[in-house]
Every structure is written in C-alpha cells, then in structure tokens.
C-alpha cells in the first residue's frame, strides 16, 4: 500500500512563507513525477508546480517567481517552498505523485489527503 502524508500547511500572513512536504511511503519501486495541486471551494483542483524525476519543474504563472518545487529521490518527498505569500493563495493544497508499487506491472497516480493553507490579509 502506497501513502502520500502531506505537512506544513497552516496560517500565514500575506507576504509571509510556508513550506509543505510530502512523503511517499509504502512498497515503491519508482516514482516519476510529483506534483502539488490546489483546491478552493466551488473550484476545479489545480495544478500549481510538478516536477519529473529528473528535476525539471514548471509551475502555474500565478505562483513563478514566488513558489519553488523541489524533490529528494532518496526520501521519496516532495517539497512546495512558498514565498510572497497572497490571499489569493489560500487553498487545500495536495500532493501527487506517479508511483509504480513493487509487485505491480505499471504507475497509477497517488494522492495525499491535503493540507490547508490560509493567508490572512
């Protein structure tokens, strides 16, 4: 069984930072790429930042400059260091993760529960 276990959520103040992580755990033979999406009310989940195993990253427009997705392969985890922080931002913010578990023929995409977080004005 293959779990993502998100932390780092929280409140903040607009201009302030957070740093979220998110830990692949479980019988994994590969990952190949991880992502952060986020959600807000009403609104279709979105993809903020991912990045392939190799390290190559793109992120929404909103969030370049201000937000940098980084990965260790060793740990199996993901992290979302966000900066700059603005109202705006404020969402349930969940990792992803393409995983291919031991014993299984190919990769199936994983979710983590998700993590809130809030900027105050």
């Known amino acids: 069984q293959v779990q993502l276990v998100e932390s780092g959520g929280g409140l903040v103040q607009a201009g302030g930072s957070l740093r979220l992580s998110c830990a692949a755990s479980?019988?994994?033979?590969?990952?190949?790429?991880m992502g952060w999406y986020r959600q807000t009310p009403g609104k279709q989940r979105e993809l903020v930042a991912g990045i392939t195993s190799g390290g190559i990253a793109n992120y929404v427009d909103s969030v370049k400059g201000r937000f940098t997705i980084s990965r260790d392969n060793a740990k199996n985890t993901v992290y979302l260091q966000m900066n700059s922080l603005k109202t705006e931002d404020t969402a349930v913010y969940y990792c992803?993760?393409?995983?291919?578990?031991?014993?299984?023929?190919?990769?199936?995409?994983?979710w983590g529960q998700g993590t809130q977080v809030t900027v105050s004005s």
């Open positions: 479980g019988s994994i033979f590969s990952i190949n790429g």
């Open positions: 992803n993760a393409d995983v291919w578990p031991r014993g299984r023929s190919s990769y199936s995409k994983y």
